[in-house]
């Protein structure tokens, strides 16, 4: 049985960041590096459970963290308790939205940071900043449609 393109490209993907594919493995992958949604853990483990009912929770959690290691998604706490998966690794914002829950990307330059680069000057040399972001809460309203 051959291969689909897609299943070609996520082995060469996750040779290609040193993790050695495996049916979990690219399931994992197939359900995770294309999400849009920022799904939890165990979002992620009910989903590939739909094709592979055996997967367990700690296969899932512990590809989860090596494909965070690897550098082909981000692990982000934006939710308070709750810790999410994001495979969209340029610089960009979240919205969170209070009534679902969803998470929303935000273009990196839709929003304007001043006075990260201080931080790290030499009179506040206690930090050492590697990463920010900004995240907004808030109510997604719908689309207002032209008359």
């Not at 594919?21 to 739909?50: F, G, K, M, N, Y």
Request: with cysteine; net charge neutral; aromatic share 4%.
């Amino acid at each position: 049985m051959a291969r689909e393109p897609a299943s070609l490209d996520l082995v060469r993907v996750l040779r290609e960041h040193g993790v050695q594919p495996s049916a979990q493995r690219l399931a994992i992958a197939e359900c995770v590096l294309a999400a849009v949604d920022h799904p939890a853990a165990d979002t992620v483990l009910a989903r590939v459970q739909e094709r592979l009912p055996l997967v367990s929770r700690a296969t899932v959690y512990n590809t989860l963290h090596r494909f965070v290691e690897a550098g082909l998604l981000r692990e982000l706490s934006i939710a308070e308790g709750r810790t999410v998966y994001d495979p969209k690794l340029d610089p960009h914002h979240h919205f969170v939205d209070l009534d679902s829950g969803a998470i929303h990307d935000l273009p990196w330059d839709a929003l304007e940071v001043r006075g990260v680069e201080q931080l790290s000057a030499e009179r506040l040399s206690a930090y050492d900043v590697r990463d920010y972001q900004v995240v907004l809460r808030g109510r997604r309203h719908a689309r207002r449609r032209a008359p």
